[in-house]
């Protein structure tokens, strides 16, 4: 026989807290809290096993279930001494919800079941207060109504209301028993009228049918909503239970209350909570009357507080708190009721923090000898961190709400609006704060991106340019929200029916996607030494490598001082849009053969040198993978009509030819042209330039510091084996040719981005003259899926709605389809060459879902943005303590 | 020891005809020839494995080769009373390259080696001839001084020339006995001047040395231009072939000719050639003298013919021709000499032919017995066939040339200039014929491509949007055409210096990608009986179903004439750009909302339902796969801005909205945006409107045509499993309101194009519910290559010229990487369901290396454009006749 209830009372309980898949969280903990003999109301919980039998059975319960709750029902009645739905003494209870992880959206309670005209009586004469009895009938008829008859919340509310001003009373605790006499008759009333149906008087039906709702409910729309969001299997089904009631309302000495274990805002080891006296659990949340704090110490009133009018009960409920902390060794989200001066738990679970008061439990847990190191990282989720990196708006500001786009890189910024680069450096120039609004960026607006405070864009999605750049640099963005309309042109932006200009205020919260009106305060980071002391324990454990995504200085400096073990990804185009090189580059561009790139690429060449120079200088030790040119050669040449006379009359050619070549470059789907490795074929020279420019600065760099610096040659976009034997030993050649210059052989290995399906196919040809593969899983997914992430956020909403994709596989990776691509071209890779280094560089390398993937497939190292550095670092570390070492695919 | 030469004379060989791979093609079928007792002048041939070791070897010889070329040199002296090097009596030999094929731009021929100062004067004394002796010296210096002593052309001529002026003669036949001496003497001047040597006396030497020569040209650079090109292995070699001297230039009884066994032009059977009175081989080349023919009936002059000069030796050459055909059981290219009234035979090989020649030989040797149905379908190219389909060029015309694109299309076209599709359109309804220009196309100009005689394109590859309508319309394009630069404003068009208007005459090849100016002359094709025969004896073979890519009842009808069972592709958008249609669509795109866009929908709904039924009929009995919408939607909106202005009017919104909208539609990469199945997530109604309209004329062409219309629906651009199943229960649901409505259930299938590299690794979860898996190859390989089909064209010159690249991978299909992908989800899809049906409709599917690779991997059938089914039904039962079927993937 299936045991489909488990039953629970003071010192034993059927089941334990690590049952939550068949008890439900809440169902669990209640069990391990009364084998750990504190007092929790007596009751039992129906199983998740009779959630899915009632699905699979066209909600016909298991025949045997009947039984089974009676049995249950008649041992509270023998531990109580009461009968259900007995008039003179009735046994009443609660009936909750309660699935594996809580859900918002699912029925959640209902209280004081078993209560009908006559039991009321007896619930009088037992307590000898009548009104308690009433109020408590009448909260039943209104919880049942809400939540078994799907009646309106608003349905009671006026009844009550209507009441409440007819006697003039504020406080429902104003009413007295005549009062409520009618507050039922009218509510009863109202249920016949709405439902048809008397309301129901049989304690039995009671039960059963909020048995039945509660079940009912894990299939309603917003439950299947938060699911489908959430990831979470529709299998898993709720659990139901049931408790005899104890009662916060049943005089003076009665309260009901919620408390943090520890401070949730900033993990300060006190109990952090509130509640009310004279009150029923829904009370604290419908903030009808104010909660009051539970410590003096964090009371405004501290003759208010739970320490000061309740004494006794405070310093139990501080016991238990230290119990469960003990015992669960985390902090605790509980709920309490005392009745007449007993206390009873009614719930407890681990509790939902800040970032910073994540970070700073699990440290001072470490220290009470709590918790081990190992545990402690595998507390904080490094999602979380990136809170503490960046400022965050005021949470006490208020806000005036425009629009909601994509939170595509982290931070509070607030600034006066500019629409070009050119005009966000010139702002930033004389001192302002300015917020780059613009439809989509561009390479050409780097600069006025990191002028600006922050960027908003009303195209592109979570890796869109601007977001990429954004996180890049550490800068607030919001991108796609495309309620903004732009217009460039006449430098207006109207969202919301409003119209903004230039030099108007907005802020942005980059970690929500949201933008406000106005100026609204933001709170700057507070990287407590926690921080480091944590970060240290976390690279212990880690066995992957974190390196960074960088090309400038300062960059490659904020990723060191975030942890950065060298450079996965050096975009060296990035050193060629500031404004004293794009006129070489575009002369370059212009010139109609190789004689002609000669003067261009030499200037270019000096000044690579020396940006390699200050790099190779930063990361003195550490390796720094340097990826020859890859943007197709339009990307440059944005040209405004009067810049391309300029540009004409200092190339010497005609406007004519100029636009002629320009015309040339454009092309259908740049993603997919002359780009990367193509370059490097079609113009041997520029990467020639590009490698010479390495090998020089790595001699000058070498010298300097007086440590090797290590530079890695990385070819992007290679599909095939002939263009990585023709561009290696194009390489080797340069090589070669300098070292003589030089008079002085230096170390460097040559790699390979693999970023096209046809690259991992053919990874074990590649291999062959690659030291390295690193995966450019940005534009191997987007060729993979087919899939640009320029444009797919016009229409991968309605992949979301309808459920059709969980993540954007642009920043968790796709493993069943691009990782099945990755877990190939390692395996073939090192099948050729078994001492084959392989990380990853694209966007994924900062996201902690996709660097466990990393780890699993024994990558070696992941590259992301500086600012997600320390995330990368702490999912590294959680992904070696969870993954069994038999399960790593090792090299 | 190793047999490195292989001696033949009359009557025995060491080899045979199979060993062309160690002997070479000509030493090959020298000894073929001795061994059927044909008169061929005894030598020997020093095997490919000696050049093999040559290269190996840094340039030295095996050591025992020597011993074994001088023992065959004995054995020659021996065989004809001579010794070589002899000043009395002098053996003279021809040494000659010869590789596995034949091999334009490799050392061909050394003649009369072995003369020298002294020797020659035997040989005026054997001969009794001193001019034919003298003038067979100076031929072996300018010959040896050409190909051993890398010498020009002009470095002789020019003497000879002098000589020819000075004495006022026109022939070389005018010159006598001192005339040649004087030439030998001042050739011998030259040999010392530009090598700084005197001309070699030693016989030993001299052979040696050409000998050297020949393996040596082997990796000369044209000769490695040409192998990459024709993607030949260096390491076959060549092999040397040495054969004593016969001479046709000894007197007026020796002659020197080369004869087709058959017409290779017409396929007639009849000998057909040329030959010279009184020469070496090389003068029928050279074009001093004009060749005579060999028979009365093809000479315009029958007493110059051999049958009237030399009817006996004539009749030997028919003899031994008939011989050789019967052997060889093919057409035979032969070079013979006549020395004195003997026929020697020089070489035989199969003949080149024009795809008529073949077509008509093929069937001719069926009827003759000389070969069966199988070997006959075996001896024709595919590719060929597309001569037969198309008019062609006169090849009599003089042609002035402009420029050189892609063979897009072939066929030849002549028509005067227009610039515009409309332009197309209106002269052509006046009668004209015009060339459309474009810098490329796009599917708005479908109506102008259809009016033109030609497309001619500045970009775009042999994959761009022109290159395949045209060639579905079996329509003349040039693409790509890069030194063309089109002014599309001022209607001009310069090219070769020249500017072009509208309204001027040009020509275009689209078989060879030429462009010449004014108007050739073209020929019609002309497909005779021996075609149909043919192409039924081929579809006997094949296991390829052969179906066509067509969505106007034109094409439909013209695949249909082309033997196409069915249509693998209908493109449903196609449908959507005439005039009428195209209003409907864009008011479609323009509207808010579903309930906008019901108006044009089913105002399309009725257009799209009557172009089924029409495509149904034309292909009763036959499944016809229609894929629903595909293009992003933004390839509709394509406006001037004065029809902006109308359209805005037309749909009731402002021009700014409509601008907007058309902002919003635009993609960075449409390739991979917004398109296939992700409009029908976006808009369901759009593909339910298709799936409506495809069941409705299912049921009216089921009716009408008295046997049941089989539509196959097809779902472009699927990524995931879910995408698949959102869709095909959207179309079962359609199905299943519209038979209910229709009153009658009609057979349908679903299945999906499987064109992203996602798509193939996922193809296991795809065949849970699709029916059939239609390879979109065109798209896998842009995405698995990430190449963009519209933008390769600018960079993979590079590639080819580099031999980076072998093959347009868009043309053929490449096997290593997109192969891999089909392979993987083949396999994946059959594992789950056992019954799917697979086929191919990319360019792939009319590409016979790309057909073979279909038929081995399983494939149930392929689907290419209507021009190119003749091609398919051929290659597909070539490869069926060619794989062992224990080598087929079978389902």
């Known amino acids: 026989m299936t045991q489909w209830v488990y039953a629970f009372s003071e010192g034993k309980a059927d089941g334990r807290a690590h049952m939550a898949n068949l008890l439900g969280g809440k169902g669990a903990n209640l069990a391990e809290m009364c084998a750990l003999n504190l007092p929790v109301p007596p009751g ?12 699979a059975h066209e909600k016909q319960f298991p025949t045997d279930l009947t039984e089974q709750v009676d049995r249950n029902i008649k ?40 209560l009908n005209d006559q039991t009321v009586q007896g619930l009088a004469r037992v307590s000898q207060n009548r009104v308690f009895a009433l109020d408590s009938y009448r909260r039943f008829i209104q919880m049942f109504g809400n939540v078994v008859l799907d009646m309106g919340h608003d349905d009671f509310e006026d009844i009550l209301q209507w009441h409440k001003d007819n006697k003039g009373a504020i406080y429902d605790t104003d009413l007295d028993e005549n009062d409520w006499q009618g507050v039922i008759r009218d509510y009863k009333a109202k ?41 979470i299997s529709p299998h898993l089904g709720t659990a139901v239970n049931i408790q005899v009631m104890v009662f916060g309302n049943r005089g003076q000495d009665c309260a009901t209350g919620v408390a943090f274990t520890r401070n949730p805002s900033t993990g300060t080891k006190a109990i952090f909570g ?5 009150a029923q659990g829904e009370d604290v949340v419908a903030g009808i009357r104010t909660p009051l704090s539970l410590s003096k110490a964090t009371s405004e009133e501290p003759e208010t507080s739970m320490e000061a009018t309740m004494p006794t009960v405070y310093n139990q409920l501080l016991s238990v708190s230290h119990t469960l902390e003990q015992h669960f060794k985390d902090m605790q989200d509980i709920e309490f009721t005392v009745q007449n001066q007993k206390l009873w738990m009614l719930q407890t679970r681990n509790g939902k923090r800040t970032a910073a008061a994540s ?19 595998l507390r904080v989720t490094p999602e979380s961190l990136d809170q503490l990196l960046h400022p965050t708006l005021d949470p006490k500001a208020k806000k005036t709400f425009l629009a909601k786009g994509l939170p595509a890189s982290p931070g509070a910024a607030c600034g006066s609006i500019v629409f070009t680069a050119d005009e966000a450096e010139a702002r930033t120039r004389k001192g302002d704060a300015v917020i780059l609004v613009r439809a989509e960026t561009s390479p050409e607006d780097i600069h006025g991106m990191h002028a600006a405070r922050g960027i908003l864009t009303s195209k592109g999605g979570m890796t869109s340019h601007a977001a990429v750049v954004a996180r890049g640099m550490g800068k607030p963005c919001v991108s796609g929200a495309s309620s903004v309309r732009i217009d460039a042109k006449k430098k207006t932006m109207t969202v919301a029916g409003q119209t903004f200009g230039e ?44 390196l960074t995504n960088a090309e400038t200085p300062v960059d490659a400096q904020t990723a060191r001082d975030f942890g950065a073990e060298g450079i996965g990804l050096c975009r060296t185009e990035h050193m060629f849009f500031a404004e004293d090189r794009l006129r070489l580059v575009r002369e370059m561009i212009l010139a109609d053969n190789a004689q002609e790139r000669v003067r261009p690429l030499q200037a270019l060449q000096a000044m690579q040198r020396d940006d390699f120079v200050t790099i190779l200088k930063t990361m003195a030790g550490y390796p720094v993978m340097i990826r020859l040119l890859d943007p197709p050669l339009h990307e440059f040449m944005h040209l405004h009509d009067h810049e391309l006379a300029d540009l004409a009359k200092h190339v010497g050619k005609s406007v004519d030819a100029v636009r002629s070549r320009l015309d040339k470059l454009k092309e259908s789907n740049p993603m997919l042209g002359h780009r990367g490795c193509r370059l490097g074929i079609s113009y041997p ?8 420019a390495i090998f020089q600065a790595q001699h000058i760099a070498t010298q300097a510091i007086g440590t090797a610096a290590q530079p890695q040659i990385m070819l992007p976009l290679i599909a095939n084996r002939a263009e990585m034997t023709l561009l290696t030993t194009m390489i080797h050649g340069v090589a070669a040719e300098c070292f003589q210059a030089l008079g002085q052989d230096l170390p460097y290995v040559v790699g390979t981005m693999i970023e096209l399906p046809r690259a991992c196919l053919v990874a074990d040809e590649l291999a062959e003259s690659a030291d390295f593969f690193s995966f450019g899983s940005n534009d191997l997914t987007q060729t993979t899926y087919g899939l640009s992430r320029d444009d797919a956020g016009s229409f991968l909403d309605a992949y979301y709605s309808q459920g059709l994709l969980s993540h954007d596989p642009f920043v968790t990776l796709d493993q069943q389809g691009v990782g099945a691509l990755i877990t190939m071209a390692i395996e073939r890779g090192r099948a050729t060459k078994p001492t084959l280094k392989v990380g990853i560089c694209g966007e994924h390398g900062g996201d902690p879902a996709s660097i466990h993937f990393c780890h699993q497939q024994g990558m070696d190292y992941v590259s992301c943005s500086p600012y997600r550095v320390p995330i990368a670092r702490l999912a590294a570390a959680q992904v070696a303590l969870k993954t069994p070492k038999a399960l790593r695919k090792v090299n």
């Open 75 to 114: 041992a509270l009645e023998a531990l109580m001494g009461c009968r259900f739905g007995d008039a003179y003494n009735p046994l009443l209870v609660s009936v909750r919800s309660g699935a594996a992880s809580s859900m918002p959206g699912m029925l959640d309670t209902v209280l004081n079941l078993g």
């Open 44 to 55: 039992f919980t129906i199983t998740t096993d009779v959630c899915r039998h009632y699905y």
């Open 359 to 377: 970070l700073k439990i699990a440290v001072d847990m470490v220290a009470e000898g709590l918790i081990t190191k190992e545990e402690a990282v």
């Open 191 to 231: 249920v016949h009228e709405i439902t048809k149906e008397p309301f129901p008087q049989d304690s039995q039906d009671q039960l059963w049918r909020a048995i039945r709702a509660v079940f009912n409910s894990w299939e309603n729309q917003r439950a299947r909503v938060y699911r489908q969001i959430h990831n």
């Open 503 to 546: 030099g108007d205020f907005i802020t942005l919260d980059g970690a929500t996607g949201e933008v406000f009106a106005g100026k609204v305060p933001t709170v700057d980071p507070n990287i407590s030494g926690d921080f480091q002391a944590f970060m240290t324990w976390a690279d212990g454990f880690r066995t992957l490598r974190v």
């Open 274 to 278: 509130e509640y009310l006296i004279n």
């Open 685 to 692: 020279d520029i990467y020639e330039m590009q490698v010479r």
